[in-house]
């Protein structure tokens, strides 16, 4: 059973730029496949024309399954994109850089 984390961009991130709004949604799931345990990381639009530059898991710390391709990615509302992660990545924080500033949420 895969275990929901949501962490609502507006109540949990804090940005750079302090007089901007969160234009994101970032949410995180537990993957427990037959053979290996992941964690996806899905950050979706929740304004129009996002550009979506990288997603950084642990300041970096945590290597993507896959490679990150389509970065930078253009969102439109309600749009998203995901990176799965290895399990062995303890998540702590995740960072997302887009065109309105990046954005932290740490668990």
């Known amino acids: 059973m895969s275990k929901l984390l949501i962490a609502f961009a507006l109540l949990g991130m804090t940005s750079a730029c302090s007089d901007s709004k ?20 899905k950050v979706k639009a ?7 530059n990288d997603i950084i898991v642990n300041r970096g710390n945590c290597e993507s399954l896959f490679e990150k391709k389509g970065f930078p990615k253009q969102l439109k509302f309600g749009q998203s994109i995901s990176v799965s992660y290895g399990g062995s990545c303890d998540l702590t924080q995740v960072d997302v850089v887009t065109n309105n500033g990046s954005w932290t949420v740490t668990y």
């Open 22 to 41: 969160p234009n994101v949604e970032i949410e995180v799931y537990d993957r427990a496949g037959l053979y290996m345990k992941s964690i996806e990381v």
């Open 46 to 52: 929740i304004e129009d024309d996002v550009i979506v």
